[in-house]
């Protein structure tokens, strides 16, 4: 069974900084593409920054030069090290992985996904981690 745990989420004034882990199990870490998404209430899961499985990154605009993602193969674990962390960053954060094709997930993203091949491409997801940052 595929099993994502997010931590790391918390409370910080504009400027701070917070690492969000995302620990994995059920599947081979090293071989799958992550990701973490984030939502804020009323708005769609937005893709925040993925790794493929051949250590290819993506930032979204809104962070790049702020967030980095990374992986510990040997905790099978998953971080976002999240700096001059911003007010619009607030929203849950979510871990997502591509270990197979999956569209079943009920997870909050997966259901607000339209598109089916992107439903089941991140395929399993973990129940999320808040993040408020204050201004």
């Known amino acids: 069974t595929v099993r994502l745990r997010e931590s790391g989420g918390g409370s910080v004034q504009a400027g701070g900084s917070l690492k969000l882990s995302c620990t994995a199990s059920g599947f081979t870490f090293d071989e799958s593409d992550m990701a973490w998404y984030r939502q804020t209430p009323g708005n769609e899961c937005v893709l925040v920054s993925s790794?493929?499985?051949?250590?290819?990154?993506y930032y979204a605009d809104s962070v790049k030069g702020r967030f980095t993602i990374s992986q510990d193969y040997a905790k099978n674990t998953l971080y976002l090290q999240m700096n001059n962390l911003k007010p619009d960053d607030t929203a849950t954060y979510y871990c997502a992985a591509a270990p197979s094709f999956n569209p079943y997930s009920t997870a909050r993203c997966a259901l607000a996904t339209t598109d089916y091949d992107r439903r089941g491409y991140w395929g399993y997801w973990g129940q999320g981690t808040e993040v408020t940052v204050s201004s």
């Open positions: 790794i493929s499985s051949d250590g290819d990154t």
